[in-house]
C-alpha cells in the first residue's frame, strides 16, 4: 500500500508542475526564513546559559531617586559583596568586577594596548566554571598582581610557548605573573574580559566607599534562597551602612534624606536575565553598564520570534490554500477510485500522505537553503549560527512534527470531504462548488500579516533615517576621534600642538567619553542648598578646546579658556543642568560637587551651553557639567576637527604624528559619524532584517496568489469563453476575476493597519528622539500590497481573457 500511495503521490506531483512548483517552493521558503529567524532568536535565549550555577547566581543593582530624578545603576559600592556573604546566609560566595582602565601589556618585542581589563575577586571562578587550559582556578586569582588570559591571547602575547608562569609587563613598570589559562571566551555570555586580574592588585577595591558606584557585585546563593526575603533584608544594609556615610556627605541622616521622597535601594537581578531584560524590566541604565557587555532586548527577541511565526504561517496558508482549491479537481478521481472499490480510509490515507510527502519536501529543500543562506544571514546579523541538528534534540523532531501537522490539516479537507461522496454522484455532478469562506479567510491572514511587516519595516527604515538625520546641536562632520587617547599619557598637549601646525587640520580636543555606556555622573549642590536636595548630573572632563572643535554653542557666559589660568575652579554647564538649578541665570552662581566622606568641592558657574546630544538618541539629554581638568577617567579621547578634501592625506599626517610620540601602539581612529550610527546598529540590523522578510513574505503571498488565480481563472474558463462571445472586453474579464482577490486585500489592510500602529508605536518607545508614524506609510502599505496582487492576478486574467473562445468552450 505504502508503495501505492508513494507512486501515486509523486505522478499527481508530476502531473501539476506548475502548481507543485508555486506549492512546494513557497512553503519552502517560508520554513527557511522562519528556521533562520527562530536560530537567532534561540541564540538570544542562549546567553549566559551555560554556566553550572546559572539559576542561583544574582547581580545586586542600586535604585537611586533624587528630587524625583530615578536612575538605576547596574553597579555598586566596593564593600557590598564581603558585607551581604558575611551577614546573610543565603550567601555562598561573591564575586566583584571591576575596571581600572586601559593597559598596555609587553611581552619581549610585542607590544598591545588592551581596552577591556577587569579585575575580578579570587572567588570568581566559584561562581563562573570556566573550564581552565592551565593553572587552579581555586589558587589563580588569590595574590595581587596576578593575572589569568584567554588561550587566544596567550597564543598573542608567547606564541607556542607555554604562557603559564611568564610575566607581562604593564604600562611600562609593574607587572602581572600569568597564573592561569581560560578557554577562549563564549560569544554567549553578558560580560566577558581576554584578560582578569586580581582585585587584590588595586587597594581602592578594599575601601569602605558604599557610594562610589564601580563594580558588579555577583552573589551566588542557596538554592532554594528566599531572593524575594534576601531583597527586603538588604534594606539594612542601607540603613547600618549606607547611612552614615550619607550623614558625613549630605550633612544629613538616611531617614532625613528617605523623607524627601528620594530614595536609595538595593535589588537582586538573575544573572541569566542581564542579556535581555536589565533596562527594559528592571530599568538599569545601559550607561552605568561596562562598555564591552553584550546588551539585547527581549523586544527584537519577540519581533523576530512573530516575524518567523507569521511567515511560516503565510506559507502554511499558502499550501493549505492551495491545496483545498487544487482537491475539487480530484472528484472524478475519487468517484473512478470508490467505484473501483477502494473504501474511504484508503482514500483519507492516500490523500493526507500526499500532502504530508508534498511538506516533507518542502522541509528537505529548507534545509538546504539553511545551509546556503546561513553565511549570508550571519552578516546581517553580526552572530555566528550554526546548523547544530544533532547537538539540539528538539530540532529534528519539531521538524517531523511540522510536517505530519501541517500535512494532516492541509489534506484533511479533500481526505475527509471527497471521500466521503458516493461515487454514483460524484461521478454524475461532480464535486459540489461551494463557498470559499475559509479561502477568503486564509487569503485575508495572509495579506493581513504581509501588510503589516510592510508597514513594520517601513517605521523601522524612517526611525533609522530620522536619527541619522537629527540635529544633534553641534557639527558632527569631518570630526575624527582618536579612541586611544590615554596611551599618550602626559603628551597629549604637545600632540596636539604639533597636529594643528598643519593647515589640514582645523582644531584639536582632548576629553573623556561621549557616546557610549560610561559617561559618569556624580551628585552636586546648587548655591549650598540643603543635603536633601542634591541634583545627579553627568560630568565630562574637557579642555578649553573643546566647544570650539565640536563646533558647540554658548547660551550663557563663556567657555573655558587659557586667559584664565583660575577656570579650573569654575564649571560650565548645560541647559538641562540649569533647568535643574532653577535659575534663569545660574552665570557667577556656586555648584557643588559632593564627595564621600563629606568632602565636597566648590566651583562657580561661568556658563551655559545650548543642549547637545552627547549620548545616544535612545535617552533625552540629561544634565551636564563640563570640568575644566586632565582627563582623570579610563578612556580619553582625542578629537580632531579636519579640513575638507584629501582626507588620505589628512590621516596620514595624523598617523605620522601619532608615530612620534608612541612607538609601542599604533594610533586608533574612526570617524565620529561612523561612530554615531554604530550606536543604532541594532536598530540597523533589524531594518535590514524587516526588509528582506517582508519582501519575502509579500513574494510567498503572490506565489499563493498565482496559483489560486491560475486555479480559479481554468476553473471559470467555460465561463470565460461564454462572456467573450457575448461580448465582453478583456478589461471587464480581468475585473470579474480579480475582484474577489481585490475584496480580499482592502479587508487585510483594515485588519492589518491598527495592529502594525500598535506593534510600533510600542517599538518607537525605545528611543528618547522619534519619527511620527505618518498616515503617509499606511497608505503606501496598502497601494504596493493592492498593486502586487493586481500585477499577479491579473497576468493570469489577462491570459484567460486573450485566449479565443472556441477553446475555452471546447474543454468539456
Not at 530614595?263 to 528592571?282: D, E, G, N, W
Amino acid at each position: 500500500m505504502f508503495k501505492s500511495h508513494l507512486k501515486i503521490a509523486f505522478r499527481n506531483l508530476w502531473k501539476n508542475k506548475i502548481f507543485s512548483l508555486v506549492n512546494i517552493s513557497g512553503l519552502a521558503i517560508g520554513i527557511t526564513c522562519s528556521l533562520l529567524l527562530f536560530m537567532f532568536v534561540r541564540d538570544e535565549l542562549s546567553f549566559d546559559r551555560r554556566f553550572k550555577n546559572a539559576d542561583n547566581i544574582y547581580r545586586a543593582y542600586v535604585d537611586v531617586k533624587i528630587n524625583g530624578k530615578q536612575s538605576i545603576n547596574g553597579k555598586t559600592g566596593a564593600p557590598l559583596g564581603p558585607t551581604m556573604s558575611k551577614n546573610f546566609p543565603e550567601v555562598i560566595s561573591y564575586a566583584r568586577v571591576g575596571y581600572f582602565g586601559a593597559r598596555t601589556f609587553r611581552v619581549s618585542e610585542k607590544v598591545f594596548r588592551e581596552t577591556f581589563v577587569y579585575a575580578v575577586d579570587s572567588t570568581y571562578f566559584n561562581l563562573f566554571d570556566i573550564p581552565f587550559v592551565a593553572g587552579d582556578p581555586r589558587t589563580a586569582l588569590n595574590h595581587p598582581n596576578s593575572i589569568v588570559i584567554t588561550e587566544g591571547m596567550a597564543e598573542k602575547y608567547f606564541g607556542t610557548e607555554p604562557a603559564l608562569g611568564k610575566t607581562m609587563t604593564v604600562d611600562g613598570s609593574g607587572s602581572y605573573l600569568v597564573t592561569g589559562i581560560i578557554k577562549d571566551v563564549s560569544a554567549h555570555s553578558f560580560f566577558s574580559s581576554n584578560f582578569l586580574v586580581s582585585m587584590s592588585t588595586f587597594p581602592e577595591s578594599n575601601d569602605d566607599n558604599w557610594l562610589a558606584m564601580g563594580y558588579y557585585t555577583y552573589l551566588l546563593l542557596r538554592k532554594g534562597a528566599d531572593v524575594r526575603q534576601l531583597d527586603s533584608k538588604m534594606k539594612k544594609i542601607v540603613h547600618n551602612y549606607v547611612g552614615p556615610q550619607a550623614v558625613k556627605m549630605l550633612g544629613v541622616s538616611i531617614d532625613q534624606f528617605l523623607a524627601r521622597g528620594n530614595m536609595f535601594a538595593f535589588h537582586l537581578q538573575p544573572f541569566t536575565t542581564m542579556h535581555l531584560f536589565s533596562a527594559r524590566k528592571y530599568g538599569i541604565d545601559s550607561n552605568t553598564e561596562y562598555g564591552n557587555v553584550k546588551t539585547g532586548d527581549i523586544i527584537y527577541v519577540y519581533i523576530f520570534l512573530a516575524v518567523a511565526v507569521f511567515i511560516v504561517l503565510v506559507a502554511v496558508i499558502n499550501f493549505m490554500n492551495l491545496s483545498t482549491a487544487r482537491s475539487e479537481k480530484r472528484g472524478k478521481e475519487v468517484g473512478v477510485r470508490k467505484a473501483l472499490g477502494s473504501g474511504r480510509a484508503n482514500l483519507i490515507t492516500q490523500f493526507l500522505f500526499e500532502s504530508t510527502l508534498t511538506v516533507s519536501v518542502a522541509v528537505a529543500i529548507a534545509l538546504v537553503l539553511v545551509e546556503l543562506l546561513l553565511p549570508a544571514f550571519n552578516g546581517i546579523t553580526g552572530r555566528q549560527l550554526s546548523t547544530d541538528y544533532a547537538g539540539n534534540p528538539f530540532t529534528i523532531p519539531a521538524l517531523i512534527a511540522f510536517s505530519l501537522v501541517v500535512g494532516v490539516i492541509a489534506g484533511s479537507y479533500p481526505a475527509f470531504l471527497l471521500s466521503s461522496y458516493q461515487a454514483v454522484d460524484i461521478l454524475r455532478t461532480g464535486v459540489r462548488k461551494r463557498k470559499a469562506t475559509l479561502r477568503s479567510f486564509l487569503v485575508v491572514t495572509q495579506f493581513s500579516i504581509s501588510i503589516a511587516l510592510i508597514i513594520s519595516m517601513i517605521v523601522v527604515r524612517s526611525q533609522l533615517y530620522y536619527l541619522q538625520q537629527k540635529n544633534l546641536g553641534f557639527n558632527k562632520e569631518q570630526l575624527l576621534v582618536i579612541i586611544n587617547g590615554a596611551q599618550l599619557g602626559n603628551d597629549i598637549k604637545t600632540f596636539k600642538e604639533e597636529l594643528l601646525k598643519s593647515p589640514r587640520i582645523v582644531n584639536a580636543t582632548n576629553h573623556s567619553l561621549m557616546f557610549a555606556a560610561g559617561v559618569p555622573g556624580r551628585a552636586y549642590l546648587f548655591n549650598r542648598t540643603t543635603g536633601t536636595d542634591p541634583m545627579a548630573f553627568q560630568f565630562l572632563d574637557v579642555d578649553c578646546d573643546f566647544l570650539r572643535t565640536l563646533d558647540g554653542t554658548m547660551l550663557k557666559g563663556r567657555f573655558f579658556s587659557k586667559d584664565f589660568p583660575t577656570d579650573t575652579n569654575t564649571v560650565v554647564i548645560n541647559e538641562e543642568a540649569m533647568k535643574e538649578c532653577g535659575s534663569n541665570n545660574p552665570v557667577g552662581q556656586t555648584l557643588s560637587a559632593i564627595g564621600i566622606g563629606g568632602n565636597s568641592k566648590q566651583y562657580k558657574i561661568i556658563g551655559v551651553v545650548k543642549d547637545f546630544n552627547y549620548e545616544s538618541l535612545h535617552m533625552k539629554i540629561r544634565p551636564l557639567v563640563f570640568h575644566l581638568s586632565a582627563v582623570q577617567q579610563p578612556a580619553s579621547i582625542i578629537t580632531v576637527r579636519i579640513a575638507p578634501g584629501n582626507i588620505k592625506a589628512t590621516i596620514d599626517f595624523i598617523k605620522s604624528t601619532w608615530e612620534r610620540f608612541s612607538k609601542d601602539e599604533k594610533c586608533r581612529y574612526n570617524f565620529l559619524d561612523e561612530s554615531l550610527a554604530n550606536l543604532y546598529d541594532r536598530e540597523k540590523r533589524t531594518g535590514v532584517i524587516a526588509t528582506i522578510f517582508s519582501c519575502l513574505a509579500i513574494f510567498i503571498a503572490c506565489l499563493g496568489l498565482f496559483g489560486l488565480a491560475a486555479f480559479i481563472t481554468e476553473q471559470r474558463t467555460k465561463e470565460i469563453g461564454i462572456r467573450k462571445v457575448s461580448g465582453a472586453s478583456v478589461s471587464e474579464i480581468i475585473f470579474t476575476i480579480s475582484k474577489p482577490f481585490l475584496r480580499w486585500v482592502l479587508i487585510a489592510n483594515i485588519i492589518a493597519w491598527p495592529v502594525a500602529y500598535l506593534v510600533m508605536f510600542r517599538w518607537l518607545q525605545n528611543f528618547a528622539y522619534r519619527t511620527a508614524i505618518h498616515p503617509w506609510i499606511f497608505f503606501v502599505a496598502g497601494i504596493v500590497a493592492l498593486a502586487i496582487s493586481l500585477l499577479t492576478v491579473g497576468t493570469q486574467a489577462y491570459a484567460a481573457a486573450k485566449k479565443n473562445p472556441v477553446k475555452s468552450l471546447r474543454t468539456e
